[in-house]
Protein backbone atom coordinates (compact mmCIF):
# COMPACT_ATOMS: atom_id res chain seq x y z
CA UNK A 1 0.00 0.00 0.00
CA UNK A 2 1.31 3.22 -0.95
CA UNK A 3 1.85 5.67 1.47
CA UNK A 4 -1.41 8.03 2.40
CA UNK A 5 -1.09 11.43 0.52
CA UNK A 6 -2.90 14.29 0.68
CA UNK A 7 -5.79 15.39 -2.00
CA UNK A 8 -4.07 16.50 -5.13
CA UNK A 9 -4.84 16.16 -8.40
CA UNK A 10 -3.64 12.87 -9.96
CA UNK A 11 -2.41 11.94 -13.07
CA UNK A 12 -4.54 9.02 -13.42
CA UNK A 13 -8.59 9.42 -14.09
CA UNK A 14 -10.95 6.79 -11.92
CA UNK A 15 -14.21 7.01 -10.87
CA UNK A 16 -14.58 5.87 -7.69
CA UNK A 17 -16.76 3.18 -6.34
CA UNK A 18 -18.76 5.18 -3.16
CA UNK A 19 -18.45 3.05 0.13
CA UNK A 20 -19.84 4.69 3.16
CA UNK A 21 -18.64 2.80 6.12
CA UNK A 22 -21.06 4.84 8.56
CA UNK A 23 -23.79 2.53 7.39
CA UNK A 24 -22.30 -0.72 8.32
CA UNK A 25 -22.18 -1.81 12.06
CA UNK A 26 -18.69 -1.99 13.25
CA UNK A 27 -18.22 -5.87 13.52
CA UNK A 28 -18.60 -5.94 10.53
CA UNK A 29 -16.94 -3.30 8.82
CA UNK A 30 -13.71 -4.39 8.17
CA UNK A 31 -15.06 -7.87 6.41
CA UNK A 32 -17.11 -6.02 4.39
CA UNK A 33 -14.50 -3.46 3.24
CA UNK A 34 -11.59 -5.85 2.57
CA UNK A 35 -14.76 -7.75 0.47
CA UNK A 36 -14.95 -4.43 -1.80
CA UNK A 37 -11.49 -3.68 -2.26
CA UNK A 38 -11.07 -7.68 -3.55
CA UNK A 39 -13.64 -7.08 -5.67
CA UNK A 40 -12.04 -4.16 -7.66
CA UNK A 41 -9.48 -4.52 -10.29
CA UNK A 42 -6.52 -2.56 -11.42
CA UNK A 43 -6.99 0.85 -12.30
CA UNK A 44 -10.23 1.21 -10.13
CA UNK A 45 -10.75 2.85 -7.01
CA UNK A 46 -13.58 3.17 -4.15
CA UNK A 47 -14.61 6.20 -2.44
CA UNK A 48 -14.38 5.36 1.54
CA UNK A 49 -16.30 7.18 3.72
CA UNK A 50 -16.10 7.00 7.49
CA UNK A 51 -16.93 9.22 11.10
CA UNK A 52 -13.13 8.87 11.89
CA UNK A 53 -9.48 8.02 10.20
CA UNK A 54 -9.12 4.47 10.13
CA UNK A 55 -5.59 3.61 11.22
CA UNK A 56 -5.80 0.29 12.56
CA UNK A 57 -7.57 -0.84 9.50
CA UNK A 58 -4.76 1.18 7.15
CA UNK A 59 -2.54 -1.10 8.28
CA UNK A 60 -4.38 -3.98 8.45
CA UNK A 61 -4.52 -2.98 4.23
CA UNK A 62 -0.66 -2.21 4.26
CA UNK A 63 -0.10 -6.04 5.61
CA UNK A 64 -3.15 -7.69 3.39
CA UNK A 65 -2.41 -5.95 -0.09
CA UNK A 66 1.05 -4.41 0.41
CA UNK A 67 1.53 -1.76 -2.67
CA UNK A 68 -1.63 -2.92 -4.63
CA UNK A 69 -3.47 0.10 -2.99
CA UNK A 70 -2.96 3.48 -3.05
CA UNK A 71 -4.42 5.31 -0.57
CA UNK A 72 -5.56 8.98 -1.10
CA UNK A 73 -7.24 11.08 1.53
CA UNK A 74 -9.66 13.79 -0.02
CA UNK A 75 -11.29 15.14 3.37
CA UNK A 76 -9.50 14.48 6.47
CA UNK A 77 -12.39 14.81 8.86
CA UNK A 78 -12.75 17.64 11.22
CA UNK A 79 -16.13 19.21 10.69
CA UNK A 80 -17.03 16.46 8.54
CA UNK A 81 -16.18 12.39 7.61
CA UNK A 82 -13.25 11.32 6.30
CA UNK A 83 -12.89 10.58 2.94
CA UNK A 84 -10.34 8.35 1.26
CA UNK A 85 -9.86 7.12 -2.54
CA UNK A 86 -8.75 3.64 -1.97
CA UNK A 87 -7.10 3.00 -5.66
CA UNK A 88 -5.68 -0.25 -6.81
CA UNK A 89 -2.98 -0.03 -8.55
CA UNK A 90 -1.85 -3.19 -9.74
Given amino acids: ?48 VNDHDPVPLLHQMQQRYGDRIEVIYQARGGDGPVVIDFVVTE
Fill in 1 to 48: MNTPVDSTPQTRAYTPYPFDARAIAHRFRHSAIFGALDALQAGEAMRF
